[in-house]
T-cell receptor
Framework: DGGITQSPKYLFRKEGQNVTLSCEQN?????MYWYRQDPGQGLRLIYY???????QKGDIAEGYSVSREKKESFPLTVTSAQKNPTAFYLC???????????FGAGSRLTVL | KQEVTQIPAALSVPEGENLVLNCSFT??????LQWFRQDPGKGLTSLLL?????REQTSGRLNASLDKSSGRSTLYIAASQPGDSATYLC????????????FGTGTRLKVLA
């Protein structure tokens, strides 16, 4: 089945650790996004990528990093510089020329 | 700066009731508006997308309307069912050249059996 797969679903991090969230898609989407969702707040854009080997910072990029070495993959690293990383992280994709955003099931990160 | 607001934050209705969810945006120069459904702990599922040139879109019991001049969109759910219980979010894409979407905070709907 085509879709966007995020892993792991749940992740626990100790303070000072970097962690990487995986996002893989088989929809041939050109554009991919990472959003952060906190209770009572709308989705906030962390990073987005329109093509391979290119990505742009969103509204809350500090403490995060991404790569886009393959069209199918857009991993997000939450670094130790992110002071409040506990949140629900959502990856999304969009096909070129299309308008519908397709989301993965999300990854919940908790800092211990 | 575009801002998107959804009021109320939460809503409870009895099964079978027709209901309207609201989405307001501050800048009428939008490219499209999309409505999503989110179940607890899950990702977002696209329900309806309205292009700026359109007035409404329908899918089954759902109907979304768009009034750019007043900065409003509504999602109408007919004959609500307990399975409709979820959080509904709207998102605005401001121009065709951008890949950025602005999301509202959502309306949490509970349909009582």
């Amino acid at each position: 089945d085509g879709g966007i797969t995020q892993s792991p679903k749940y992740l626990f991090r100790k303070e000072g650790q970097n962690v990487t969230l995986s996002c893989e898609q088989n929809l041939n989407h050109d554009a991919m996004y990472w959003y952060r969702q906190d209770p009572g707040q709308g989705l906030r854009l962390i990073y987005y990528s329109q093509i391979v080997n290119d990505f742009q910072k969103g509204d809350i990029a500090e403490g995060y990093s991404v790569s886009r070495e393959k069209k199918e993959s857009f991993p997000l690293t939450v670094t130790s510089a992110q002071k409040n990383p506990t949140a629900f992280y959502l990856c999304a994709g969009q096909a070129s020329g299309a308008n519908v955003l397709t989301f993965g099931a999300g990854s919940r990160l908790t800092v211990l | 700066k575009q801002e998107v607001t959804q009021i109320p934050a939460a809503l409870s209705v009895p099964e079978g009731e027709n209901l309207v969810l609201n989405c307001s945006f501050t800048d009428s120069a939008i490219y499209n508006l999309q409505w999503f459904r989110q179940d607890p702990g899950k990702g977002l599922t696209s329900l309806l997308l309205i292009q700026s040139s359109q007035r409404e879109q329908t899918s089954g019991r759902l109907n979304a309307s768009l009034d750019k001049s007043s900065g409003r969109s509504t999602l109408y759910i007919a004959a609500s069912q307990p399975g409709d219980s979820a959080t509904y979010l709207c998102a605005v894409k401001t121009t065709s050249g951008t890949y950025k979407y602005i999301f509202g905070t959502g309306t949490r709907l509970k349909v009582l059996a």
